[in-house]
T-cell receptor
Framework: GQQVMQIPQYQHVQEGEDFTTYCNSS?????IQWYKQRPGGHPVFLIQ?????EVKKQKRLTFQFGEAKKNSSLHITATQTTDVGTYFC?????????FGAGTRLTVKP | DAGITQSPRHKVTETGTPVTLRCHQT?????MYWYRQDPGHGLRLIHY???????DKGEVSDGYSVSRSKTEDFLLTLESATSSQTSVYFC??????????????FGDGTRLSIL
């Protein structure tokens, strides 16, 4: 069945450093969504990518969808303590939408 | 945040007892979902609903049943709870279906511990 793998599982950075999380699928995806979950909170929708090679930006966050629509990445420039949380990708293949296991980001001030 | 209320927020129960979790929405969205979240697994879909009395199984449906008698309420039942069902349970809603491009909006979660 469809699998969505996300790496790394954990990332600890110094405030001001960059951060990237990667999402890879075993099958071609029709779209991919990114969510953020603050500690103790619930997942919150960030963005959706649909087109091959698509790049979208939200302030310091850059989201990319691979040309083959099998992978995606989220890059945060100059992390801040407010970026702390777990970032999930969720990809939809031929059937249902599957979430990656998430990357937990901690930021040291 | 979307109008989604999960109850209870926390529950501790014993193995073999029945447990029902409730999700209530005020957004009038057609689609509702139940997920469980476990370390290392992310969010896994248990069951979902695409309308009143219309439900279907997700990735990890064994040991769970659901019911939706009204648009606003989606119930998740563990008929005989087991320790492996200890988890955080999230309800989500969306305007579009599970196979659409619509984002999902999540409730605050229910932390369930089965001893």
């Amino acid at each position: 069945g469809q699998q969505v793998m996300q790496i790394p599982q954990y990332q600890h950075v110094q405030e001001g450093e960059d951060f990237t999380t990667y999402c890879n699928s075993s099958t071609t995806l029709s779209n991919i969504q990114w969510y953020k979950q603050r500690p103790g909170g619930h997942p919150v929708f960030l963005i959706q990518l649909v087109k091959s090679g698509e790049v979208k930006k939200q302030k310091r966050l850059t989201f990319q969808f691979g040309e083959a629509k099998k992978n995606s990445s989220l890059h945060i420039t100059a992390t801040q303590t407010t970026d702390v949380g777990t970032y999930f990708c969720a990809g939809r293949g031929n059937n249902d939408m599957r979430f990656g296991a998430g990357t937990r980001l901690t930021v040291k001030p | 945040d979307a109008g989604i209320t999960q109850s209870p927020r926390h529950k501790v129960t014993e193995t073999g007892t029945p447990v029902t979790l409730r999700c209530h929405q005020t957004e009038n969205h057609r689609y509702m979902y139940w997920y469980r979240q476990d370390p290392g697994h992310g969010l896994r879909l248990i069951h979902y609903s695409y309308g009143v009395k219309d439900t279907d199984k997700g990735e990890v449906s064994d040991g769970y049943s659901v019911s939706r008698s009204k648009t606003e309420d989606f119930l998740l039942t563990l008929e005989s709870a087991t320790s492996s069902q200890t988890s955080v349970y999230f309800c989500a809603i969306s305007e579009g279906g599970h196979y659409s491009n619509q984002p999902q909006h999540f409730g605050d979660g229910t932390r369930l511990s089965i001893l």
